[in-house]
């Protein structure tokens, strides 16, 4: 009996079910630690402003090729297909509901997750989780739920800004080098677009921002092997963000286009 729980205990689907066990539970100790009082208002403010900081000229430098290349590439294959009206509408709604919320959510994995796992995982070497823990203090209410905050109401305000200057890019892109005409670019995208279309993105670049904080806070409340640990916890939580984020965007997306109908034209 013994050699048997060894062995299970040794497979490496078990170890994997538990890290994902230990992920959604330290998720769910967040969603609890939330409406708990006092709020850490003050960390909440520097830590959404060093997201912000670190994330919104990537962002926005990101955005304009992400836009230039959907648009040049619906525009030569609507072109092709005698379209050219419906480049606007194919393009936008591109950028709306997918580029941005993913651009969105890889920046802020990419840059202010690693930088949080970072700065939780010296702190988790540094013994001073530990410390916090022994004073009473609880480090998820403390330090956890003001950082995950940050990183969704930052993720929902860059989504934001990509989709206006991802979408400007596609029109410049479209109308001037690729000769398409502004009403039309513009109409067939009043035509076809619909408000859920926003509210789908916000929504998805809302629940990015949730997974990359939960990942990098785990991530970095579990390092290894001193501060090498740190940067292989880094590495791995930017990874296994990417990988989530794509799964879940799979997933609401097919909802989202069984559930909200097509606006007819």
Partial sequence: MAREVTAAATFPGVRALRQVGLLATLAWMVLRALPRRPFQFREFLQQAWFFASVTILPTALVAIPFGAVIALQLGSLTQQIGAQSFTGAASALAIVQQASPLITALLVAGAGGSAMCADIGARAIREEIAAMEVLGVDPVHRLIVPRVLAAMFVSVLLNGLVSVVGVMGGYFFNVVMQGGTPGAYLASFNALAQLPDLWISEFK????????????????????????????????????????????????????LQVVPPKAL
Avoid: E, M, S
């Fill in 205 to 256: 670049a809302l629940l990015y921002g949730f997974v990359a904080g939960v990942v990098a806070a785990y991530r970095g409340l579990n390092p290894r092997g001193g501060p090498k640990g740190v940067g292989d916890a880094v590495n791995q939580a930017v990874v296994i963000t990417f990988l989530l984020l794509f799964l879940i965007n799979l997933i609401l997306t097919g909802i989202y």
